[in-house]
């Protein structure tokens, strides 16, 4: 059983930084979604295993980075310049393709980012 766990969420105003953390020893592609209250689920970024191929989703391109620590087996988000539409849970989760329109198959319990103006 793949586990993914998440951590490094929180509160911050508008303009600030946070970067979330996902723990797992999974060997494939490991990505970041988000969910707010009433939305559909938005892909957010994507790392291949070698990290060779990234993808962001349009609404975070320039702002949030993700990258990979192998040693670690941990995936990291890094969020700047945060905004109010930024607020959402954020699931770490893992899947044999990277493509951010695929069905994941695994997936973390979350971890809650809230911006506030």
């Known amino acids: 059983q793949v586990q993914l766990v998440e951590s490094g969420g929180g509160s911050v105003q508008a303009g600030g930084s946070l970067r979330l953390s996902c723990i797992s020893s999974?060997?494939?592609?490991m990505g970041w979604f988000r969910q707010a209250p009433g939305k559909e689920r938005e892909g957010v970024a994507s790392i291949s295993p070698v990290s060779s191929t990234i993808r962001y989703g349009d609404r975070v391109k320039g702002r949030f980075f993700i990258s990979k620590d192998k040693v670690k087996n941990t995936v990291y988000l890094q969020m700047n310049g945060l905004q109010p539409e930024d607020t959402a849970m954020y699931y770490c989760?893992?899947?044999?393709?990277?493509?951010?329109?695929?069905?994941?198959?695994?997936w973390g319990q979350g971890t809650q980012v809230t911006v506030s103006s």
């Open positions: 989760a893992a899947h044999a393709s990277c493509d951010l329109n695929s069905q994941w198959r695994y």
């Open positions: 999974y060997g494939g592609c």
